[in-house]
C-alpha cells in the first residue's frame, strides 16, 4: 500500500489573519501503517479563532497521536480508539470553554479529521469543516454542524452557515464520527470552509481523486475567496 500525502494553505483574498491550523503524518507504529490528518478553523474573533486551532491542533498531538502507541500494543479495535478520540476532543473543548467564559470572548474551532491504521480509517468533525472520501462505491463527506444542516422550515439565508457546533462554544460536544475499510485506490480530502466554499461537487471530486491542491489554491483566490482555505489530501494507492 502506497501513501501519498498533499496539503496547502493560504490566508485568502481579505487579508485578514489566517486563524486555519493543520497536521497530517504517516508513520510506522508497532510495524502497522499510520496516517492522521487534521485541519481546524478557529471562529470567534482573529486571535481567539487563531489560538483556538493552534490549541487544538497542539492538544491533539500531544494527546491522541502520541498515545496512539499504546493503543495499537493494547489491540484497540477503531471503535475504542474513537472512544478515546471523543475523550481527547471533549477535554479541549472544555479547556477553550473555560478560557472564552474567563477571558469574555467566544471562542472556539472546527476541526476535521482522518486515521488510517492499515485498511481501517476513522474520520471525525466538528462544525463546518469537511472530509471527503472517494472509494469504489463513489464520493462521500462529512455532515456540517451549521444552521441549514438542522433543515429547520423557516430560516433566514444569511443564516444558514452560522455554526452550532464547534470545538470550545459549548459545554457538550457533539463529534461525528465515520469508520470504514479502506479501498485501494482511496482518496481522502480534508478541507476547511473556505478551502471547498469555491468549488462545486463536481471540482472537489476531482480534487480529491487527481490531486493538485496548489492548483486548487490558485482556482479560489482566482475566484476572490475572502476566507482562509486550508486542505490535506491523502491519497491510498
Not at 490528518?37 to 490549541?55: H, L, Q
Not at 479495535?77 to 479547556?95: A, D, P, T
Not at 469537511?130 to 430560516?155: N, P, Q
Not at 478551502?195 to 471540482?203: G, I, K, N, T, V
Request: proline share 1%; with cysteine.
Amino acid at each position: 500500500m502506497k501513501i501519498r500525502l498533499e496539503h496547502m494553505m493560504d490566508a485568502g483574498c481579505s487579508g485578514r489573519k489566517n486563524q486555519d491550523a493543520y497536521w497530517v503524518k504517516k508513520q510506522v507504529i508497532k510495524e502497522k501503517t499510520v496516517v492522521l490528518g487534521m485541519v481546524c478553523d478557529g471562529v470567534g474573533g482573529a486571535s481567539c479563532g487563531e489560538a483556538a486551532s493552534r490549541i487544538t491542533i497542539d492538544c491533539m498531538v500531544g494527546s491522541f497521536w502520541s498515545e496512539l502507541p499504546q493503543y495499537l500494543e493494547y489491540q484497540f479495535s477503531m471503535e475504542q480508539i474513537g472512544s478515546q478520540l471523543n475523550v481527547i476532543l471533549n477535554k479541549i473543548n472544555h479547556r477553550l470553554y473555560l478560557e472564552s467564559k474567563k477571558n469574555g470572548k467566544r471562542t472556539g474551532t472546527t476541526i476535521a479529521l482522518c486515521l488510517i491504521i492499515e485498511q481501517d480509517y476513522l474520520i471525525a468533525n466538528v462544525g463546518d469543516s469537511r472530509v471527503y472520501w472517494h472509494k469504489k462505491k463513489g464520493m462521500y463527506r462529512t455532515k456540517d454542524h451549521t444552521a441549514a444542516s438542522l433543515k429547520k422550515e423557516r430560516i433566514d439565508s444569511e443564516d444558514t452557515h452560522i455554526l452550532w457546533q464547534s470545538v470550545g462554544s459549548q459545554k457538550k460536544l457533539r463529534i461525528d464520527q465515520y469508520f470504514g475499510k479502506v479501498d485501494v485506490p482511496m482518496e481522502v480530502l480534508l478541507l476547511t470552509d473556505g478551502a471547498y466554499r469555491s468549488f462545486d461537487r463536481r471540482e472537489i471530486m476531482n480534487f480529491c481523486k487527481y490531486g493538485n491542491l496548489r492548483r486548487m489554491k490558485r482556482q479560489a483566490i482566482k475566484r476572490r475567496e475572502p476566507d482562509n482555505l486550508t486542505g490535506v489530501r491523502i491519497q491510498i494507492q
